[in-house]
């Protein structure tokens, strides 16, 4: 997982309430057994039409917004099911932050263990930031997670983390990671276990 420290770049407004997951990443998408091309799949019903030609309309398509690293996002992102699909396709189109009031438990957990930061504000800052970068011109905003902090000229916005999550978003550790830097624990805990019990031993081949 990429360590993910400071972003800056272009933000986007998408603020529709309740997107789920089959609208970040159509079910149609899932049929794949790797992570390759995910990124065509997100949004893909607004961000293309019929015929495959881009939606002119839609922000992601608009020369101000095309390649936006941050997203300012509606309640309730990533409703819906489960799927971890969408968080990779988000991060395979570039997306690194995602600043909202309220984030699905599933889909914010997902974001963590991919390296997307996905940061809970206030309405009222959410909003303000809504109303900031829907202006092209006031779009470049910084996203700061060791002094969780978003900024831009006249704005400054801190945000809360947790510690835990904080941590794994900047050492790039995924739950793997995090599980062996308890191996020496582990590893004595099991000798001890079988030399208190040898039975438990199993021995294949």
Known sequence: MTPVSLIEGTAAPFGQPNVDTDVIMPKRFLKTVTRAGLAD??????????????????ILNRPDYRGAQILVVGDNFGCGSSREHA????????????LGTTFAGIFFDNCRRNGLLAVTLDSATRDALLARVADPAQAQLTVDLPLQEIRAPGLRAGFDIEPARKQD?????????????????????????????????????
């Open 41 to 58: 799949g997100v949004f893909a019903d607004l961000r293309f039409q019929a015929d495959g030609s881009e939606a002119p309309d839609f």
């Open 87 to 98: 968080v990779w396709g988000l991060a395979q189109l570039g997306v690194k932050v995602l």
């Open 169 to 205: 978003l900047l050492t790039g550790a995924d739950p793997i990671a995090q599980t062996l830097t308890h191996a020496e624990s582990i590893r004595r805990f099991e000798a001890e276990a079988f030399a208190a019990a040898p039975w438990r031993r199993i021995v294949v081949g």
